[in-house]
């Protein structure tokens, strides 16, 4: 069984940064995609940011160049640093297994104006 679990979400002010972290138990996080979704009030869920086993990423346009994906297999851990974040960066951010039913718990990040 697999369980993720991030951290690191707060209230902020516009321009400020905070990084995400999903820590992972099992022994499969070094082979798979792994993705940052969010979820704002009121919307769907959306995909922010993925990455592969092997360290390819890709973003949202609303995200580039703000938005850093990576991991660190060593630690089964997958960050998510972010800058210069806005108010509509607001949501519960969520890290997943890509194409599975593995999901964090979510995290939440508030960006004040």
């Known amino acids: 069984q697999v369980q993720l679990v991030e951290s690191g979400g707060g209230s902020v002010q516009a321009g400020a940064s905070l990084r995400l972290s999903c820590a992972a138990s099992?022994?499969?996080?070094?082979?798979?995609?792994m993705g940052w979704y969010r979820q704002a009030p009121g919307k769907q869920r959306e995909l922010v940011a993925t990455?592969?086993?092997?360290?390819?990423?890709n973003y949202a346009d609303s995200v580039k160049g703000r938005f850093t994906i990576s991991r660190d297999n060593t630690k089964n851990t997958l960050y998510l640093q972010m800058n210069s974040l806005k108010p509509e960066d607001t949501a519960v951010y969520y890290c997943?297994?890509?194409?599975?039913?593995?999901w964090g718990q979510g995290t939440q990040v508030t960006v004040s104006s």
């Open positions: 997943r297994i890509q194409h599975s039913n593995y």
């Open positions: 099992g022994s499969i996080f070094s082979i798979v995609t």
């Open positions: 990455i592969t086993s092997g360290g390819s990423t």
